[in-house]
């Protein structure tokens, strides 16, 4: 069975201060999709990257970059140099197939605080 | 592109009452679906829509029902409301065939008394 933990459920940090965002997953297959989404306060649920598993290059954008090592079945997320507007839920899922149907799983998600 | 929309926004029902919530996407995406997300819990999976015309059940699919009307639009129903159905609930939808990745709409926030 799939499953996407996030193990940190709540984050408070100064801003400025760099922060990372644990994620594990499980899974059986050897195809899949890691995806991070941001759910800031208004609710809206944004799209913030996806990675193969045949992919470990980590990726950076802007302040956000993600390590992803197989060895570790983890995804992690750090944000450098944080700013309010980071402020936000962040969630970790899992997509994997069976036939021609896919499933995403969904971690619980870390609600991550930015204090000026 | 408006991406999808969900409507109504907001929502208050009595126990017992029906109601239909709507969702659309103008991406031409094959794949759309229903999930609720409730304090804690992540998002969980209601219903899904591999194709227009198909239909299969999620993770908690109890006391739901939903149509895919055409490729654009698939709506989810609630028969008899329940105060277990107090949940924001979001519409998604991908092209499985070009990127896997799911978009979802605004949320609807439904309460239930």
């Known amino acids: 069975a799939q499953k996407v933990t996030q193990a940190q459920t709540e984050i408070s940090v100064v801003e400025k201060e760099d922060v990372t965002l644990d994620c594990v997953y499980e899974t059986r297959d050897t195809t899949y999709y890691l995806f991070w989404y941001k759910q800031p306060p208004s609710g809206e649920l944004v799209f913030l990257i996806r990675r193969n598993s045949f992919d470990e290059q980590n990726e950076i954008s802007g302040r956000y970059s993600w390590n992803f090592q197989k060895s570790t079945s983890s995804f992690n997320f750090t944000i450098t140099a944080s700013q309010v507007v980071d402020s936000a839920v962040y969630f970790c899922a899992l997509i994997t197939y069976y036939g021609a149907n896919s499933k995403l799983t969904f971690g619980k998600g870390i609600t991550l605080s930015v204090r000026p | 592109n408006a991406g999808v929309t969900q409507t109504p926004k907001f929502q208050v029902l009595k126990t017992g009452q029906s109601m239909t919530l709507q969702c659309a996407q103008d991406m031409n995406h094959n794949s759309m679906y229903w999930y609720r997300q409730d304090p804690g819990m992540g998002l969980r999976l209601i219903y899904y829509?591999?194709?227009?015309?198909?239909?299969d059940k999620g993770e908690v699919p109890n006391g739901y029902n939903v149509s895919r009307l055409n490729k654009r639009e698939f709506s989810l129903r609630l028969e008899s409301a329940a105060p277990s159905q107090t949940s924001v609930y979001f519409c998604a939808s991908t092209d499985r065939v070009a990127t896997d990745t799911q978009y979802f709409g605004p949320g609807t926030r439904l309460t239930v008394l």
């Open positions: 829509s591999a194709s227009e015309g198909t239909t």
